[in-house]
C-alpha cells in the first residue's frame, strides 16, 4: 500500500489489489496493467456547501501519464469503437485540489 492511501481514513484497513494504486485529493484508484483501466475506484464524497456553483463537464480525456505507457489505455483505443468514455466517479462530484 502507499505512503499516501495508508494516510487515508477510508484505507485504513486496506485496499482491494490493484498493479498501480493512484490516489488524488477526492479519489483512488487502483489501475490493472492487463485491463488497461481502473479495476476499482473509491470516491471521497462530502457535503456540498450553500451556494457552491455545478461543474460543468469539459469532454477533455486524456492518458493518465502517471501509468507506464506500455499499460495505458488512450484515446486511440476508443476510436472507432462503440464503448463510451465514461467517468469511473461522478463527474459533478469532482473538484480539483
Given at each position: 500500500?502507499?505512503d ?8 485504513r ?42 461543474v ?7 492518458s ?16 472507432g ?17
Open positions: 500500500m502507499t499516501l492511501l495508508s494516510q487515508r481514513r477510508e484505507a484497513y486496506g485496499a482491494p489489489a490493484a498493479d498501480q494504486i493512484m490516489v488524488k485529493l477526492y479519489l483512488t484508484i487502483g489501475y490493472s496493467y492487463y485491463l488497461r483501466q481502473a479495476k476499482w475506484a473509491l470516491e471521497i464524497v462530502g457535503r456540498v456547501d450553500e451556494g457552491e456553483e455545478a460543468e463537464r469539459l469532454d477533455n480525456y486524456r493518465d501519464y502517471r501509468v507506464p505507457q506500455v499499460f495505458r489505455a488512450d484515446l486511440t483505443d476508443y476510436t469503437s462503440k464503448h463510451d468514455l465514461g467517468h469511473l466517479v461522478a463527474g459533478t462530484d469532482q473538484r480539483e485540489g
